[in-house]
């Protein structure tokens, strides 16, 4: 029998407990013996509950208990979490944990404690939620080199973007609704101005290039200016908008960014919809593979989390070492990668048109959408050369990167 402590009894955490005691006899054939909870650490009581007896308010009754060999940790955010996942491996205890702020931040030096002490960290759960994409890259596509990682991330600014295209609402609008169904917190910052996508792509990139990838590193913009507008403009060009994070390793070096795309139809991110997250994955001998599913929620997050506990009983006295080590990514400027351009801006077409083939070598003109205004699509153009370009045009509304 293995005996395991959940830190934290909120949505995940509430999860996992349900998921080990629904799938018990799942889980004792897959990991070859009983996996029994015998703690629960959370602030709060929870009388005449199945885990009543199993709480405790002490994080040390855990650490000193040579009984318990796994810790999840489902707490979210960096502190105290960081203390007790770090205190836990030093004590010779895996941990399994949800929470993707302290594994971009800190999963390379756990990883490592985890490594010297000869027990595991695992952390499926901390990128898209119940799709499995950690493992996969860990351990199904080594014989590849990948070349590229791009996917929708965030449920929430999916779910956005999504009711914006369909309903033709404005961004406060559905927000305001993505707040009343819980999809989107009081102060949805970190959603929506990309830095959840950005903390996300941040441990996918560290898993591809086997180094660390700061997350605050990567160039980041989120969906705020995206309007109702632009997705009238995006329905005449034949695209829709989402939110990618990408991570691309060239023959110059890795860059890996997180803002908006207007996306051809038929590509596969363009028909992810609603709170559903994709992860697309680029190899040099595989080509292209795509992983689809929940990206958030109680059970499908906490299937992913028992799953890493189910691996941590398996390679109990064995660490699984995935290559990555605390030296720093170098990434290369933003300002080198080539993309295509959705412009937005007041005026004539006719009267314009002549100095944007100037500007950008090239344009297609979108107009006749909405009085006042038109809007044009560049050819592939270097960061820096279009952000010099566009700063020398007046009556700029948006610009979104393109991909047709």
Not at 65 to 79: A, L, P, R
Not at 135 to 161: H, K, M, W, Y
Request: net charge negative; hydrophobic share 40%; aromatic share 8%.
């Amino acid at each position: 029998m293995v005996n395991v402590a959940v830190l934290g009894y909120g949505t995940v955490g509430s999860g996992v407990v349900e998921v080990l005691s629904r799938n018990a006899k799942v889980l004792e054939k897959s990991a070859g013996q009983e996996i029994n909870l015998k703690y629960v650490l959370d602030l709060k009581e929870f009388p005449g509950t199945p885990i009543e007896k199993k709480v405790v308010h002490d994080f040390n009754i855990i650490l000193n208990d040579d009984e318990v060999s796994i810790v999840v940790e489902v707490m979210g955010g960096v502190n105290p979490a960081y203390s007790f996942v770090k205190s836990a491996l030093l004590k010779g205890k895996s941990v399994c944990t949800s929470n993707k702020e302290l594994v971009a931040k800190h999963g390379a030096e756990l990883l490592g404690i985890a490594g010297e002490k000869n027990v595991n960290f695992f952390f499926e759960a901390s990128v898209a939620g119940g799709i499995p994409i950690i493992r996969p890259l860990e351990q199904c596509i080594t014989a590849d080199e990948v070349l590229e990682v791009s996917g929708i991330l965030n449920g929430t600014t999916n779910f956005i973007l999504t009711k914006m295209e369909k309903e033709g609402a404005s961004y406060d609008e559905v927000l305001a609704q993505a707040q009343k169904l819980g999809y989107a917190e009081r102060n949805p910052e970190a959603d929506v101005e990309g830095f959840d996508a950005g903390r996300k792509i941040a441990i996918l990139s560290s898993i591809i290039s086997r180094k660390q990838v700061d997350f605050e590193n990567v160039y980041t913009e989120g969906i705020t200016k995206v309007s109702a507008d632009d997705f009238a403009y995006a329905a005449k060009l034949g695209v829709t908008i989402k939110l990618v994070a990408k991570s691309c390793v060239t023959p110059d070096g890795m860059y890996v960014m997180v803002t908006p795309r207007m996306l051809r139809y038929g590509k596969p991110l363009a028909s992810v919809h609603d709170v559903v997250n994709a992860v697309c994955v680029k190899g040099n001998m595989l080509g292209d593979v795509m992983f689809y599913g929940a990206g958030a929620g109680k059970l499908p997050t906490a299937s992913a989390v028992v799953s890493d506990i189910v691996d941590a009983v398996r390679h109990a006295g064995e660490y699984v070492n995935n290559g990555w080590s605390q030296e720093k990514q170098e990434l290369i400027s933003i300002d080198e990668v080539e993309n295509s351009f959705y412009v937005r801006m007041d005026g004539n077409a006719a009267e314009k048109e002549a100095e944007l083939e100037k500007l950008f070598g090239g344009v297609t003109i979108c107009d006749n959408v909405i009085d006042g205004e038109f809007a044009f699509v560049t050819g592939s153009i270097k960061e820096a050369e279009f952000a010099k370009a566009v700063c020398s045009l007046k009556g700029i509304k948006n610009t979104i990167r393109i991909e047709l």
